[in-house]
């Protein structure tokens, strides 16, 4: 997250969709403490959040330009319906996606994300794929 922070300040024009795990969503009163959190956490940085807790992040696919996360199945999903999608696992002992091309878009050190943040967020989704060797995992591409 300090990555993406630091990206952020770096880059004002953009501001950060965050869309918390359903568990960070349970209740009204742990919804609000997940945004007072990442509030603080991004303090001066522009932070969007759900309109309703209760809306599956895939169901909000087209509202990010590109999406991150340390390992998420949804993610996976949001690749296959032709997103631009970035892991960072850091830190992480198993190195997911080692061995196929989706370990193109994976970041397990902090200037590898930095780096694929740069380079990712203003190509077109047509570029990234191409870019990263990804068709293969875009439905209706390959």
């Known amino acids: 997250m300090s990555v993406l922070r630091d990206f ?8 950060l969709l965050l869309l918390p795990h359903p568990m960070e969503r349970v209740n009204d009163e742990f919804w ?3 945004q007072d959190y990442y509030n603080t956490y991004f303090d001066g940085i522009r932070v969007v959040y759900p309109k309703d807790a209760a809306v599956p992040s895939y ?7 590109l999406a991150i996360a340390s390992i998420s199945s949804v993610n996976i ?3 296959f319906c032709g997103f631009k999608t970035l892991y960072a696992p850091i830190g992480a002992e198993h190195e997911f996606f080692s061995g196929s091309s989706l370990d193109n878009i994976v970041a397990r050190t902090p200037e590898r994300l930095m780096d694929l943040l740069n380079r990712s967020v203003t190509m077109t989704e047509d570029e990234f794929f191409q ?3 990804l068709e293969a995992y875009r439905h209706g591409k390959n």
């Open 8 to 15: 952020l300040k770096l880059h004002p024009q953009y501001e």
């Open 32 to 34: 609000q403490k997940t």
């Open 59 to 65: 169901q909000m696919f087209d509202e990010a330009q």
């Open 77 to 79: 999903e949001r690749l």
């Open 131 to 133: 870019s990263f060797d």
